[in-house]
């Protein structure tokens, strides 16, 4: 069994009984759009597993550090993930779906009576990774010219003036326009 795998216990199949479980995560690199990151260290997570009548609600949090590179000056940065992890599991496949759920938004509790909480971890983390990594909010980038790291100081280069680079734009001839 790995390490993101709980078995349910018999005594959580009485309604309104709750468990406790906690462990560790090894994610190593994840991808979330053009972006990775990587968890030099496992992650810990820790979930409450709550009969609710008919199923078994899931939740709790995963937690680490990450590592991924800035969107702007491309350096390698760390940052604290915590991520709130979150299934329902219904016990009979037969029976309806829940009333409020859409059919992706549960699972089926396997015969097994084991649940693999990976899936669950990772949609947490995902959920958390932003969507444009900054090593810092006021990150100055690289300069379009050299390619230095603008945040070590500047480099030299002569300020570009973008109006001159740049092609006309198709809606010039609209500047002058009374749009009344």
């Keep these: 069994m790995n390490e993101t795998s709980i078995h349910i216990p018999s ?3 009485a309604p309104a009984e709750s ?5 560790i995560y090894v994610a190593g690199v994840m991808k979330a759009g053009p972006d990775l990151y990587d968890f030099a260290a496992p992650l810990a997570w820790q979930v409450d597993v709550t009969n ?3 199923a078994l609600l899931v939740t709790g949090t995963v937690e680490g550090e990450a590592k991924t590179s800035c969107a702007r000056c491309v350096d390698d940065f760390a940052f604290a ?3 709130e992890i979150e299934g329902y599991y219904v016990f009979d496949a037969e029976s309806a779906s829940p009333d409020d759920l859409e059919g992706d938004e549960f699972d089926v509790l396997p015969e097994s009576n084991t649940i693999d909480l990976a899936p669950l971890i990772t949609a947490a983390l995902l959920v958390e990774f932003p969507l444009v990594p900054l090593c810092e909010e006021a990150c100055r980038g690289l300069c379009p010219t050299c390619g230095a790291n603008l945040n070590d100081g500047d480099c030299g280069c002569e300020p570009v003036d973008e109006e001159e680079d740049t092609p006309p734009s198709p809606f010039a001839a ?3 326009f009374p749009f009344e």
Excluded at 19 to 23: A, L, R
């Design 52 to 54: 609710t009548g008919d």
């Design 11 to 13: 005594e959580l199949f």
């Design 19 to 23: 468990s406790h479980f906690e462990g």
């Design 174 to 176: 609209l500047k002058g």
């Design 81 to 83: 993930v915590t991520g």
